[in-house]
């Protein structure tokens, strides 16, 4: 059983930055972010391969967050920029087996960190 922890959420204003990071007990090979907005369902943010490194975002905030891990520290990031309002949700930190990168099959979740985008 994996278990991940995240942290860094908060309140931000727009076109602020905030860093969330998510500790893992154990690696996957992929590890994601994901957020849920209310009433909304959960979507993909980003992703990232513990070997090799190799990252995939969505188009929405593509060019504004970057995920990024230290395997010596069993953690993944992901930082923040330029932040809007539509940004506001609460993060998840996500783990998978995989051959691939991939946006689905994640089998592990954190509990979750807030983060408002106030304009």
């Known amino acids: 059983q994996v278990q991940l922890v995240e942290s860094g959420g908060g309140l931000v204003q727009a076109g602020g930055s905030l860093r969330l990071s998510c500790v893992a007990s154990?690696?996957?090979?992929?590890m994601g972010w994901f957020r849920q907005a209310p009433g909304k369902e959960r979507e993909f943010v980003a992703a990232?391969?513990?070997?090799?490194?190799?990252?995939d975002y969505a188009d929405s905030v593509k060019g504004r967050f970057t995920i990024s891990r230290d395997n010596a520290k069993n953690t993944v990031y992901l930082q923040m920029g330029s932040l809007k309002s539509e940004d506001t949700a609460v993060y998840y930190c996500?783990?998978?087996?995989?051959?691939?990168?991939?946006?689905?099959?994640?089998?592990?979740w954190g509990q979750g960190t807030q983060v408002t985008v106030s304009s």
């Open positions: 990232i391969r513990w070997r090799g490194g190799n990252t």
């Open positions: 996500a783990a998978a087996r995989g051959l691939y990168l991939s946006r689905s099959g994640y089998e592990y």
């Open positions: 154990e690696r996957r090979d992929n």
